[in-house]
């Protein structure tokens, strides 16, 4: 048997070792290609800051992530010139509604030459929660610890009242703002800016901020028994004529200063003046009226004896009903021609009740009445209206508030041509 032999220029002169060698040839050339841009290509982790965009002013956020890591890749070149304030990780929060939680994607725009690779954390829940701000009364906590023959006078906080702001459910758990001196913050003498202290009932689950964070406090360590200011309480006695009633009772001045020992003090809340009997009293009255002593042993009024009292009076109103008042025809010269469905009507009446009680409608005149000026055919409806029938120069101490029905449907008797 003959064997076939084969020559290497038969074998690479061959198409399909051509084929081969073409293939294997783009092959190696991609790989080393590819491997040569790898190699151009760098890669760059960092944080940044993230952004909440689309919040709602009235909501805020708890347990706010406040940065990401970011990765990205680009050629050297690019990353090299990166500005990286250009690369911005934010969330979406358009829309989102407070007291709900949200899982949402981080979002993140780079620049046309940089590519972003990943992000850490890619997604977060969002606990939105109602802002607030509620505005509250500073208050003044004085240290106990006092030297035995001074006081503090002349307290004054500016500004007088803080906000607070935060979540709803935690404004809600503030009981009261207060600022706590010193006595050697006091003894110095001058001018202070204190912090505000908030008192709250249970812990905050979110983040609250008081505004303004400090005030300025002014008080005067004087020498002698502590003093204290308290408002002035009237005392009435005796019963107002039934006509009129007591609408305003004001002082001048409106509190007194008193002074004793701090623990006496603190008992007293009030300074009465002695008893006015208003049994007699049918108008306005300005009168001076002395202070009542307090009971409390020790204490004592300081620098005044009697204050001045306005009493401001109101007249008593009442209110009487006067039924089936006959209705009259006004503005025609045929009344009898006309008849009201229905035919009476009633009548209530605003008076003094010393007069109202005693009014009967044998006693003054009323008339209820409609107008026919201008009416020349039937049915028509109209309204009902009434007066206090009196002397030209007497003034009525009535005065008629309602009349029901208030309307009238008016129809013609026989002929109905005037």
Partial sequence: MRLKTFS???????SWALWAIAILSAVIMWIYVTGLEENEYITRKFTTKLEYRGLDAQAMLRGRVSEVDIEIRGSEEAIMRLNYDFVNAYVDARNLVPGK???????????????????????????????????????????????????????????????????????SKVGSLRVTPTIEELQAGRELL??????????????????????????????????????????????????????????????????????????????????????????????????????????????????????????????????????????????????????????????????????SADDIKIKAYVDMSNIFMAPVTLPVKAEIMLSADVVSPFRVVKVEPNNLTINALGDNSI
């Fill in 8 to 14: 290497l220029d038969s074998i690479f002169s061959s």
């Fill in 101 to 171: 939680k949200y899982t949402v994607n981080v979002n993140v725009d780079t620049p046309r030459d940089i590519i972003f690779v990943s992000c850490f954390p890619s997604q977060i829940t969002l606990d939105l929660v109602r802002q607030v701000t509620r505005l509250m009364t500073v208050e003044t906590i004085l240290p106990q610890n006092i030297p035995e023959g001074q006081y503090i006078e002349g307290v004054e906080i500016i500004p007088k009242e803080a906000g607070i702001k935060g979540a709803e459910d935690d404004v």
């Fill in 194 to 359: 204190i912090p505000v202290k908030i008192l709250q009932s249970e812990p905050f689950e979110g983040s609250v901020t008081v505004e303004p964070a400090q005030v300025r406090f002014r008080g005067i360590l004087a020498r002698g028994l502590p003093r204290k200011r308290v408002p002035v309480d009237v005392r009435l006695t005796g019963k107002l004529d039934a006509d009129y009633d007591v609408k305003s009772i004001t002082t001048d001045p409106s509190e007194i200063q008193v002074e004793g020992k701090a623990a006496d003090l603190s008992r007293v809340e009030t300074v009465f003046t002695e008893v006015i009997d208003v049994s007699s009293m049918s108008e306005n009255q300005n009168i001076v009226v002395p202070l009542k002593q307090p009971e409390i042993e020790g204490v004592s009024i300081v620098n005044a004896s009697s204050v001045r009292v306005n009493l401001q009076l109101s007249e008593v109103r009442a209110e009487k009903m006067l039924a089936n008042i006959p209705v009259e025809f006004r503005g025609t010269e045929t009344p009898d021609k006309w008849l009201s469905n229905p035919s009476t009507v009633s009548v209530t009446i605003e008076g003094r009740p010393s007069l109202i009680e005693k009014f």
